[in-house]
């Protein structure tokens, strides 16, 4: 009855997975129409979508671990599809092991648990690199963390309950036959894949879509103002905008270095902050306090330029308050980390006409009041493809930033 | 589903599950049968375990990649008909700055200016004459000027000497600090005058060296090479309507100086104008 009673909980931890696992790959597909979608975000399956902007089931989901493949198919196939899958085949496993009971072979229940250490691994790999990598813990995913690991509990409750209750004759059976975990492999495998496989086989064309997003009508700067930021292996140009105290800039940046393509870009940054104190295309302020930092960024120059920036977005969340302050405590803070010289040149008028010649820049390029925006060339890549599709994107587009 | 393990040995060879259910799933009377033959019992409770898991499975399957098929269609659907509401969403565009004054009248006139002027088109030439402007303007001299009263704080009246095209020090600082002041705005404006004392092709050719003294010295000063395509001249003789005292109010370079009517008008007056064209 015990290995009855813990083929019913693998069911139900198997069913479980499989309902997190369908909402995460729910939240990713949704996104294949290039439009923004909020997620969901919660340990109640059905329970409604987050939107907030910083949850952490949409920064699992935009980061580079979410999927594989991203450069061959726009944003990549989806971990949690084989999850799906693989969650899939244990619901079906379940049912085997709780009709089955003591009928079964005697490599079932070992079987079971052995399989079940697949999405255990799986689940350590993703914990792992959500607490190091991503600093958060999606919910979705760690629901899937504990269906994971209720179900390898359960079948190896299910393997002791079932020797236990094993007749002297049942378990001195001799021989271990192969077939049982050698079909149960390959049932779990085709299982995890069929979906991946479905999924692959309808995607759209993306190619057409990724070069409809506008051009740089004037891509010299003719004050040669821009900051040019210095990398490894610059092998393609490429023209940014951002604003030091925009999140999704900051996300972005920390995107193209993650996936080493930052270093394979010969880069012109161009700074563009939505603040209205120097961005006359804003009735308010999207992020007060953008203009000091974009000026810091740029007296930092070719030479400290990208770690000023770098800088301005890993102590994003307190330059923001800060911001909100005016623009004295900002100078003090840059005068505290990069120097009286580097303050007093952000407080110079000469920086502030440089900045100004930036944001005509943007002006004169008609390019959208948003950032971060990166341009190929003059190409400009579209947003929607600058997250979930920007492998897939600079595949095609640029494939040499992305060879070794 | 195996005859891997004979977890229920008994005396005689169990045959295989696929000697006894070869491509069937089992029958009520095999699990009949089961009961009273343990080991046969097994062989066909494993086989309905096995069909039963793989049955729900397979269902769950299908059902999986049916919502998988949907969901990956369905967003083949939004990228080819994208929802109404999306696609009326404008996206703001990067542009030059627009100020409420830049009415229509205020644009007719600067566009007119500009397209005369050569900073629109590829006209070689630079600046306008009086003439011009009387032609192209068509309104009166008294609504020419008025068109500039929203510019009294964001521009400035430079002053210069009588019958001097020099910018003094004062004037060059205030012309500085304007010029430096650029925001959102694509042309600079300057309008030359001069005052009514002399001829009126004298203070034609004076209000001309003004103007140009303002360029020249916005030249030296900046080094912009976007200059020419920014800079309207536009220089006015003393036939046209002169300032009133009333503008001594405005900005000037040379506030601490008694201000007079002939002052006002041996000037030019330089701003940025945030309009878009």
């Not at chain 1, 369908?22 to 975000?41: I, M």
């Not at chain 1, 061959?72 to 999850?83: N, R």
């Not at chain 1, 003059?378 to 595949?395: F, I, M, P």
């Amino acid at each position: 009855m015990r290995a009855k009673r813990a083929a019913l909980l693998a069911l139900i931890a198997a069913a479980l997975g499989l309902v997190f696992s369908a909402y995460s790959t729910y939240d990713y597909a949704v996104q294949l129409d290039r439009q923004v979608h909020a997620v969901h975000c919660s340990f109640i399956p059905g329970a409604s979508v987050s939107t907030d902007a910083d949850n952490p089931c949409k920064a699992a989901l935009f980061s580079p671990f979410s999927a594989i493949f991203r450069a061959t198919y726009w944003g990549g196939v989806p971990i949690s599809l084989f999850g799906l899958g693989a969650f899939v085949f244990f619901v079906g496993f379940a049912v085997y092991v709780w009709v089955g009971d003591r009928r079964l072979p005697r490599s079932a229940y070992p079987t079971f648990l052995a399989l079940t250490l697949g999405p255990l691994a799986a689940s350590v790999v993703m914990f792992t690199i959500s607490v190091t990598q991503l600093h958060a813990l999606c919910k979705l995913c760690v629901g899937t963390y504990v269906a994971s690991i209720a179900l390898v509990a359960a079948a190896g409750l299910g393997l002791r309950a079932n020797r236990r209750e094993a007749t002297p004759a049942e378990s001195e059976g001799v021989g271990v036959g192969w077939s049982t975990p050698v079909v149960a492999l390959a049932a779990l495998g085709a299982c995890a894949i069929a979906p991946a496989l479905v999924y692959v086989d309808l995607l759209p064309d993306y190619r057409p879509l990724l070069e409809k997003c506008g051009k740089l009508a004037m891509p010299v700067d003719p004050h040669h103002g821009l900051i040019k930021i210095p990398t490894a292996h610059p092998v393609r140009a490429v023209t940014l905008f951002e604003d030091p105290l925009c999140p999704t800039c900051r996300v972005f940046h920390e995107r193209l270095v993650d996936e080493g393509v930052f270093e394979r870009l010969d880069v012109t940054m161009a700074m563009f902050p939505l603040d209205s104190d120097c961005n006359w295309m804003l009735d308010r302020s999207l992020h007060p306090g953008a203009c000091v930092l974009a000026k810091a960024v740029i007296c930092g120059g070719t030479e400290k330029g990208r770690a000023v920036l770098e800088w301005a977005y890993d102590e994003q969340d307190v330059l923001r308050e800060l911001g909100k302050q005016g623009a004295a405590p900002l100078t003090a803070k840059i005068s505290d980390r990069w120097g009286r010289d580097l303050a007093t040149c952000v407080a110079s008028k000469q920086v502030s006409v440089q900045l100004n010649q930036h944001l005509h820049f943007a002006a004169n390029n008609h390019v959208p009041v948003s950032t971060p925006q990166m341009f190929l060339g003059d190409q400009r890549v579209c947003d929607e493809d600058t997250d979930l599709g920007l492998k897939y994107t600079l595949a095609q587009l640029a494939p040499e930033v992305l060879r070794e | 589903m195996s005859n891997d393990n004979q977890r229920l040995p008994g005396p005689q060879k169990t045959p295989s599950p696929d000697e006894v259910y070869r491509g069937r799933v089992p029958s009520a009377r095999d699990i009949l049968d089961a009961g009273r033959d343990p080991s046969r019992g097994a062989e066909a409770g494993g086989r309905l375990a096995a069909v039963s898991g793989a049955a729900v499975g397979f269902a769950l399957l299908l059902v999986v990649s049916g919502s998988v098929a949907s969901m990956v269609h369905g967003a083949k659907e939004r990228i080819a008909h994208p929802a109404s509401v999306q696609a009326a969403q404008a996206v703001a565009v990067a542009d030059d700055a627009e100020a409420p004054y830049c009415t229509p009248a205020f644009k007719q006139v600067l566009q007119r200016v500009l397209n005369a002027c050569g900073l629109v088109g590829t006209e070689q030439r630079r600046g306008c004459q009086p003439a011009d402007v009387k032609t192209f303007a068509s309104i009166s001299d008294d609504d020419f000027n008025a068109l500039f009263t929203p510019l009294k704080d964001r521009g400035a009246v430079l002053m210069f000497d009588d019958a001097s095209d020099v910018l003094d020090e004062g004037a060059k600082k205030l012309l500085d600090e304007r010029w430096l002041d650029r925001k959102g705005a694509r042309y600079f404006f300057v309008v030359a005058r001069a005052s009514r004392d002399g001829t009126v092709e004298r203070n034609r050719a004076l209000s001309h060296k003004r103007a140009n003294s303002v360029m020249f010295h916005l030249k030296e000063s900046f080094q912009d090479p976007e200059l020419d395509n920014h800079v309207g001249l536009l220089w006015l003789g003393s036939e046209f309507a002169q300032l009133s005292n009333a503008y001594c109010e405005w900005p000037h370079s040379r506030e601490n100086k008694h201000c007079t009517p002939q002052d006002i008008n041996r000037s030019a007056f330089a701003s940025w104008v945030d309009c878009r064209l």
